[in-house]
């Protein structure tokens, strides 16, 4: 956030720069008030593009991510939102660091990263059983045993629609019953 505002200001800066050097170009004939109009749309022209580079910047620190849901967001303070909403979070994980519980399970512990714009990163990890069509988020109480079984999971049984276990489960999970 500290660095979007200085690149902000530094466009206020840049915006106003080019209008006095127009100014003086045209023999300071252009009206006093170029000057600020210059300042801020060069200023809000460096806010809408940090909001719209935003996404793509975040995806390309985080590597070889699947993304599996984003948010956009419109805002009537965003009057440009409405003409193309842009990317506010999104949802995403690193197949290559999913591991399966036991072999021939089914069940799999997966780091879900959930990103936001202006929040810090979340990675949740996540036990996905695709035979089952389940999902559950691994915390403290969960326990797993030394033969693969788990104890103290609250599985949540989702459609066969659900975004994260259609990615994980290559679109192949059962529709949970």
């Known amino acids: 956030m500290f660095w979007s505002l200085i690149a902000t200001l530094l466009a206020g800066l840049a915006g106003a720069g080019i209008a006095m050097l127009l100014n003086r170009a045209t023999g300071r004939r252009l009206p006093k008030w170029i000057t600020p109009i210059f300042a801020g749309g060069f200023m809000l022209a460096a806010t809408i593009g940090q909001e719209y580079g935003w996404y793509d910047n975040a995806r390309a ?15 009537w303070w965003q009057p440009w939102t409405y003409l193309r909403p842009f990317t506010r979070g999104f949802v995403a994980y690193d197949p290559s660091e999913t591991v399966e519980i036991g072999e021939g399970s089914g069940v799999s512990v997966v780091q879900m990263q959930v990103m936001e714009r202006w929040q810090p990163a979340i990675v949740l990890p996540v036990l996905v059983d695709c035979g089952a069509g389940a999902r559950a988020e691994i915390t403290e109480e969960v326990e797993f045993a030394e033969d693969g079984t788990i104890t103290g999971a609250e599985w949540l049984t989702v459609a066969g629609d659900d975004p994260i276990l259609n990615a994980v489960c290559g679109g192949e999970a059962a529709t949970g019953s």
């Open 61 to 75: 620190t985080l590597g070889d991510v699947t993304v599996i849901q984003t948010r956009e967001q419109q805002a």
